[in-house]
T-cell receptor, first 114, second 117 residues
């Protein structure tokens, strides 16, 4: 596989379910990101991991729990979600250096909370 | 605070027309980076270009060209001879210098481009 992959591509879950989104990057990057994209809203940065350490949490509700076991893998654990959490969740990765490099995105997971 | 404005919500053109997507940004930093991404209906954001604040040269890549003007804080994107496959949402984004080792992108709201045959 190449680039950034995400599984599953589509997920329907009830408000009481627990599920996880997975992201894997094959680019040798050390920074990984979770974004949320809702209809008619700008992309919202949720979390940033740099060399496996969480460096940013943009006031994300605790029902979203990220995990980064190594620089290639990123998870987003979901529990007791709300219907307004339905969105496209995008994972991205980038080189980690003193410059600002472009982020490469995965195809996203389309989440529907019922 | 950083801000990216893409005033055009949706643009419709007929194939072979040229189209320009506008991007205006705000930042207090003297060193910053600008990006364009394409998001086709499949959902994945595709990186198109990165430009740093010290490089005001315009760039051309095939049918794509970018016009960076610091004086007007704009980074516009032109597609020449548009094709149906260009139909997508296009995002402009801004990042400060990544001294922390990673980049935090501020995205505009995107411009949806519809190219009809």
């Amino acid at each position: 596989e190449t680039g950034v992959t995400q599984t599953p591509r589509h997920l329907v879950m009830g408000m009481t379910n627990k599920k996880s989104l997975k992201c894997e990057q094959h680019l040798g990057h050390n920074a990984m990101y979770w974004y949320k994209q809702s209809a008619k809203k700008p992309l919202e940065l949720m979390f940033v991991y740099n060399f496996k350490e969480q460096t940013e949490n943009n006031s994300v509700p605790s029902r979203f729990s990220p995990e980064c076991p190594n620089s290639s893998h990123l998870f987003l654990h979901l529990h007791t979600l709300q219907p307004e959490d339905s969105a496209l969740y995008l994972c991205a990765s980038s080189v980690s250096s003193g410059y600002s490099y472009e982020q490469y995105f995965g195809p996203g997971t389309r989440l529907t909370v019922t | 605070a950083q801000k990216v404005t893409q005033a055009q919500t949706e643009i419709s053109v007929v194939e072979k027309e040229d189209v320009t997507l506008d991007c205006v940004y705000e930042t207090r930093d003297t060193t910053y980076y600008l990006f364009w991404y394409k998001q086709p209906p499949s959902g994945e954001l595709v990186f198109l270009i990165r430009r740093n604040s010290f490089d005001e040269q315009n760039e051309i890549s095939g049918r794509y060209s970018w016009n960076f003007q610091k004086s007007t804080s704009s980074f516009n994107f032109t597609i020449t001879a548009s094709q149906v496959v260009d139909s997508a949402v296009y995002f402009c984004a801004l990042s400060e210098a990544g001294y922390s080792g990673y980049s935090t992108l501020t995205f505009g709201k995107g411009t949806m481009l519809l190219v009809s045959p």
